[in-house]
């Protein structure tokens, strides 16, 4: 099964949260990780905010980052494109959508993936007017 993953549910591949363990019963299932184009910028972020807010130390952030620049080799990334900001712009229109957010399911979109898995429950609510399938974890 192809999955376009989100970046809130990615982290739960590299920090304990609510929600890892569906997340990874659905990884058992999955032949094909895919991202978004502002996946590493995302991720980053979000490790970082972590730091700030002393919920991780900076070991742990160090750890997680060496496990998603070994890991990311084997994700497909979609492609930042005139389809891509079509989709997104479009998704602003109808769903008054944050941009990264707009992005995400615009990705998952285009990635034609056989689920969306998200963490974000807006996103989801959107997600399932959107596409075939989404999951939230």
């Known amino acids: 099964m192809k999955a376009f993953i989100d970046t809130s549910s990615m982290m739960k591949k590299y920090i304990l949260e609510p929600g890892n363990e569906l997340f990874d019963q659905l990884l058992e299932g999955i032949s094909e990780i895919i991202v978004a184009p502002v996946y590493l ?5 979000a490790i970082e905010r972590r730091i700030r807010e002393k919920s991780i130390q900076l070991e742990e ?5 060496k496990e998603v620049d070994s890991d990311i080799i084997y994700y497909s990334k979609v492609v930042w494109n005139d389809d891509l900001e079509e989709q997104a712009l479009r998704l602003i229109q109808n769903h008054q959508i944050k941009t990264l957010d707009c992005i995400q399911l ?3 979109i285009l990635s034609k993936a056989d689920t969306f898995i998200t963490s974000d429950r ?8 959107e596409l075939n399938k989404a ?3």
């Not at 910028?41 to 972020?45: K, M, P, Q, V, Y």
């Not at 952030?61 to 980052?65: G, H, Q």
């Open 135 to 137: 999951e939230f974890v």
């Open 122 to 129: 807006k996103l989801f609510h959107i997600a399932e007017i």
């Open 41 to 45: 910028l995302e991720i980053n972020s």
């Open 106 to 108: 615009a990705s998952g």
């Open 61 to 65: 952030a160090s750890r997680i980052r």
